[in-house]
């Protein structure tokens, strides 16, 4: 098992930045994939940005070039800076920790509110 505690969230308006934690209770070391998600009202979960094995980065188009997705491994913590944010980054943003077993473990959500 896998406890991820996120935080970080909150309102921020148009343009601000946020920086997210996600705090895993084992190692991020050598994973299959860790990254962040989210999830609006009646829309599936998407992708944001993940870390996968090897440490290479993917992330939405939508974020490319205001969403910086990294980790600090000896605090096994996940970390997404946001900068630039607008309305539409508005969701709860959900960590996502994937072993090599393909075993899947979710976070609980942190809300991010972009609004003037």
């Known amino acids: 098992q896998v406890q991820l505690v996120e935080s970080g969230g909150g309102l921020v308006q148009p343009g601000g930045s946020l920086r997210l934690s996600c705090a895993a209770s084992?190692?991020?070391?050598?994973?299959?994939?860790m990254g962040w998600y989210r999830q609006v009202p009646g829309k599936e979960r998407e992708l944001v940005a993940a870390?996968?094995?090897?440490?290479?980065?993917n992330y939405a188009d939508s974020v490319k070039g205001r969403f910086t997705i990294s980790r600090d491994i000896a605090k096994n913590t996940l970390y997404l800076q946001m900068t630039n944010l607008k309305p539409e980054d508005t969701a709860v943003y959900y960590c996502?920790?994937?072993?090599?077993?393909?075993?899947?473990?979710w976070g609980q959500g942190t809300q991010v509110t972009v609004s003037s």
């Open positions: 996502k920790y994937r072993d090599w077993n393909i075993r899947t473990y």
């Open positions: 870390i996968i094995s090897g440490g290479s980065t």
């Open positions: 084992r190692s991020i070391l050598d994973i299959n994939l």
